[in-house]
């Protein structure tokens, strides 16, 4: 099983909503990662967990909080988001934190529209 | 900041021809990535070449690399429709993160 699974793959919520992103991955994967993608743009980086241990954030705003419950779960909670926080969310995955000899797995994404 | 620049930005060509992309960086680099993305989808791995590789195949798909000129190339021979894509080349910045390049749509028409 190589893939990454991302839930919902649409959402649509309001500035006031709160709502959550989720993303699993059944290959004994230790770290997962958090992207946003504009359109026709590549995709940012958010977050970086390893080993169920946030290590990287890359300044997000704190209206995302990221969440590893274990190791095979990835959730993304979303509060107050602004209009300009639609994107296409992509969750991913790597059998190590070492990028030297890893390759990265993507989920299909959540649309995600904040009106 | 992005640390790769990809040009063409778009690329149309007819079935059956070649196609070259073309990524530039800035900094030193352990191995370089190339993904595809299809229209609003994820990102799908194509082929990694390290540091001290100066060309790698894997079918039709050729990638050179330049650490000299920090560039490199993707070539796809004998295109297909189905290789209508975004493609993007991603550098390890650091230890943990990966960073996309501006990516080349490639649109092949039948």
């Known amino acids: 099983d190589t893939e990454v699974t991302q839930t919902p793959k649409h959402l649509v919520m309001g500035m006031t909503n709160k709502k959550s992103l989720k993303c699993e991955q059944h290959m004994g994967h230790r770290a997962m990662y958090w992207y946003k993608q504009k359109a026709k743009k590549p995709p940012e980086l958010m977050f970086v967990?390893?080993?169920?241990?946030?290590?990287i954030n890359e300044s997000v705003p704190s209206r995302f909080s990221p969440e590893c419950p274990n190791s095979s779960l990835l959730n993304l909670h979303l509060h107050a988001l602004q209009p300009e926080d639609s994107a296409l969310y992509l969750c991913a995955s790597s059998p190590t934190p070492a990028l030297a000899k890893n390759i990265q797995y993507f989920g299909a994404g959540t649309r995600l529209s904040v009106l | 900041s992005q640390q790769g620049e990809e040009d063409p930005q778009a690329l149309s060509i007819q079935e059956g021809e070649n196609a070259t992309m073309n990524c530039s960086y800035k900094t030193s680099i352990n191995n370089l990535q190339w993904y595809r993305q299809n229209s609003g989808r994820g990102l799908v791995h194509l082929i990694l070449?390290?540091?001290?590789?100066r060309e790698k195949h894997s079918g039709r798909l050729r990638v050179t690399l330049d650490t000299s000129k920090k560039s490199s190339s993707l070539l796809i021979t004998a295109s297909r429709a189905a290789d209508t894509a975004s493609y993007f080349c991603a550098t390890d910045r650091s230890f943990q993160k990966l960073v996309f390049g501006t990516g080349t749509r490639l649109l092949v028409s039948p």
């Open positions: 967990y390893s080993y169920e241990k946030l290590s």
């Open positions: 070449i390290r540091s001290n590789e």
